[in-house]
Nanobody
Framework: QVQLVESGGGLVQAGGSLRLSCAAS????????MGWFRQAPGKERELVAA???????YYTDSVKGRFTISRDNAKNTVYLQMNSLKPEDTAVYYC????????????????WGQGTQVTVSS
């Protein structure tokens, strides 16, 4: 069982930055694929960024060059650094852990955090 706790969301003006953190319980954190999803009102939950245990990362096109996912396996924590934020980045952001290598959709993730609200004002 893995428990995930996100922090770092909030209200920021367009062009600003936020860093989300996700602290995980469990002794096998380093073996999980870790993902950050977001869900805006009326929209489907989408994968924003993912980090595989071997170091590979993925970003959805709309955040490439602005967001960076990183992980500290010694601290069982994954981060999402968000720069140059836009109003369309407004959503609830979720941290998730997957035992699957092909972890691109919500259904492939086994554990979820409670979510943290990110609001970007124009």
């Amino acid at each position: 069982q893995v428990q995930l706790v996100e922090s770092g969301g909030g209200l920021v003006q367009a062009g600003g930055s936020l860093r989300l953190s996700c602290a995980a319980s469990g002794r096998t954190f380093s073996s999980y694929t870790m993902g950050w999803f977001r869900q805006a009102p009326g929209k489907e939950r989408e994968l924003v960024a993912a980090s595989w245990s071997g170091g590979r990362t993925y970003y959805t096109d709309s955040v490439k060059g602005r967001f960076t996912i990183s992980r500290d396996n010694a601290k069982n924590t994954v981060y999402l650094q968000m720069n140059s934020l836009k109003p369309e980045d407004t959503a609830v952001y979720y941290c998730a852990a997957s035992r699957s290598y092909s972890a691109y959709s919500p259904g492939t993730y086994d554990y979820w955090g409670q979510g943290t609200q990110v609001t970007v004002s124009s």
